[in-house]
Nanobody, 113 residues
Framework: QVQLVESGGDLVQAGGSLRLSCAAS????????MAWYRQAPGKQRELVAA???????NYADSVKGRFTISRDNAKNTVYLQMNTLKPEDTAVYYC???????WGQGTQVTVSS
C-alpha cells in the first residue's frame, strides 16, 4: 500500500532550522499534489505548505518567507525546509497526498524559546 514516511523532526531552539523529509512509496509524487500539515496540541490540523504536480506552491500565511516545500522526483521524496523557527511552530508535522487522502505517521517538531 501507499506509504509516506516522514523524518527530520527534532528539538531546536528558536531561530534555528530543520528540514523534514517525506519518502513516498507506491505513489508518484511528481504527478500528485503533495502537502505538509501540522497539528499542535489542542489545535486543529492545518495546512502548512503544498505543491501541485505542476510545481505551484502554496503556504500558510504564518510560514511564508520562512518555510519552503520542494521535491526530488528521482528520490520520490518531498521536503519541507523550515528556517527561523518559532515556538509556535511546535507541532506534529504530517506529509500528505491530500487529494488521495494518504497520510504519513507524523514527525514531532519542538521549538524551544
Amino acid at each position: 500500500q501507499v506509504q509516506l514516511v516522514e523524518s527530520g523532526g527534532d528539538l531546536v531552539q528558536a531561530g534555528g532550522s530543520l528540514r523534514l523529509s517525506c519518502a513516498a512509496s507506491r505513489i508518484t509524487i511528481s504527478i500528485n499534489t503533495m502537502a505538509w500539515y501540522r497539528q499542535a496540541p489542542g489545535k486543529q490540523r492545518e495546512l502548512v505548505a503544498a505543491m501541485t504536480s505542476g510545481g505551484i506552491t502554496n503556504y500558510a500565511d504564518s510560514v511564508k518567507g520562512r518555510f519552503t516545500i520542494s521535491r526530488d522526483n528521482a528520490k520520490n521524496t518531498v521536503y519541507l525546509q523550515m528556517n527561523t523557527l518559532k515556538p509556535e511552530d511546535t507541532a506534529v508535522y504530517y506529509c500528505s497526498a491530500p487529494v488521495l487522502n494518504f497520510w504519513g505517521q507524523g514527525t514531532q517538531v519542538t521549538v524551544s524559546s
